[in-house]
């Protein structure tokens, strides 16, 4: 069932969708709610764009949409914690193709607020840059955000590239984005798959938490 949001969301009635959410932020509703329910709203245009109702201009007004919404969640989401140190370092990418970046923008936010080191080389990156980067800051982890099919050969060529410098052992490498799923994750030979960028931050802090028990017990 879809909430009202997730409706005008879908329909783009773009003053009605930002009421809603300034006014639920008001009455102190939960972000990570109201954000559920605008991605809902997100995958349905997705949907009316795959059975051609909508077509580039809705989809192109649907991420300005989300944009502002977020915009508006966005500090809400870290008023409760914004950790001192950081934990450990991730390379995120969408990688050249694509140029998808709302769900990647997120999830570098969540991470941030965890008290991670994040690196974010945008959307459309060469897949070089990538491997040169991964030398040079020796991150945790690499998280590729893929919304695109045509992604998936060149993110393959980018863990095989790390595998044959040496550089792949100690680095997780995580995929995520609407249209990933294991089999993605499988056949670009990642470690971590997810369409939740709260499932991949989860999934970054319980092994930078084993990591550091490793490190007290004497191993690394
Ligand atoms: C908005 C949108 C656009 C906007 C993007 C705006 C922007 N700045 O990002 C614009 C208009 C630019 C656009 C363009 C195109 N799009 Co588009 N787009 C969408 C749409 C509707 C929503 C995507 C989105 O932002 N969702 C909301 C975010 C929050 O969700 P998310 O990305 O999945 O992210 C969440 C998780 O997956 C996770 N996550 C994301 N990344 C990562 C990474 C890691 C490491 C982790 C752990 C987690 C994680 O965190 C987020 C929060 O939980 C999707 C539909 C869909 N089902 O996804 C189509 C969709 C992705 N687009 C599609 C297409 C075809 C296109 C175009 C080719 C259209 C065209 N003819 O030009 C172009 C491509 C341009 C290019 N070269 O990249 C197709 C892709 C089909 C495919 N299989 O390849 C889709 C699936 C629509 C469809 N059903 O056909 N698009």
Known sequence: ????????LIELERDQVLAEVKERLIQGDDPMRIFEESKKGMELVGEKYKNKEYFLAELMLSGDLFREVMELIGPKLGAEKTKGDTIGKIILATIQGDIHDLGKNILAT????EGFEVYDLGVDVNPDLIVEKVKEIRPDFLGFSSLLTVTFDPMKKVIEELEEAGLRDKLKILVGGGITTPLV?????ADFQTVDAMEGVQYCLELIKAKVVIKARGGL
């Open 1 to 8: 069932m879809s909430s009202q949001l997730t409706k005008n």
């Open 110 to 113: 969540l991470l941030k607020l």
């Open 185 to 189: 994750k499988d056949y670009i030979r």
